[in-house]
């Protein structure tokens, strides 16, 4: 990836960290989300951790110094016996009921388990986004995401089990659900300038080739007219012949389709007249393009009753 792109990565972490989950059983479902992800090189995630953790604890003292009315007192928890690690109100817990969670529980966990283990690649104009877990929970997850109709594909990799999206509308229906907005529009904005910037690459290449073609074909027109001119040949030649050449010489620049709008003729007779040309002085001592005495003499019949416009 560029520099522009890994930033673009970092402030989408930096993003979903930023967000304080409104409800009490989001950050749980947060905090369950975030098992693992205890990394000293993503400094917010655990930033985020911790403030998760306080806020647990804080909850829990808020609630033990004002009871609400008729609530039981809270019951000290046994010093000798160690916390739960599947209670998802524990420290560096990893449970959570996804069955019985709720929709904003569900994109809670969702989030921090993309902070704990996910990455998002942006390399060659591809969105990669992938989960690497063990394997048993990878699959687990690759069958949650299917119920929320963001389908993944799953494979093993070094042991590990690797959960997969390749669809840049997938990738950007799960960043607009875990909150990653402002992220979310800043890659569809890099996404449209890359291809409009293709885009115009490819006009640009291909009126270019077209370019270089047309003046490779005039030089070559402008030679053989040349030749057959100092020969004395292309006077044998037919009236559309003659008259394309003329033109051709006038306007080495123009195309087929000008040349035949300015003598009101076909653009495939124009084609026709120029290969022609070019066939003739390409063999000169093959008889090619030369008329009969018959020929001439009704070529030029037809010159007198143009005008007289052919010997122009």
Known sequence: MTTA???LVEALRSELAAIDPPRRCCRVAEEAGLAGAFEPRRRAIARLTRRLGRGRVGEKAAAAESPMPGAALPVPADASRPPDATSPGSPGSVGFDWLRAADHCRVAYLR???????SLSLASGRTHLEFVLPPDEATELCERLGQLEMPATQRVRRGRGVVTW???ETVGTFLRIVGGG???LEL???QVSR???GDINRVINAESANLQ???AAAARHLEAISVLESEGRLAEQSYVVRVVAAARVEEPEATFSDLAERLGLHRSAVQRALDRVERLALHPDEGVGKRTGHERAGNERADRARGGRGAE
């Open 5 to 7: 792109e890994r930033d």
């Open 112 to 118: 921090g388990r993309f902070l704990a283990h996910g």
């Open 166 to 168: 390749k669809s840049v």
């Open 182 to 184: 402002a992220s979310l």
């Open 188 to 190: 569809e904005s890099r």
């Open 195 to 197: 291809s409009v910037r």
């Open 213 to 215: 073609r047309a003046v």
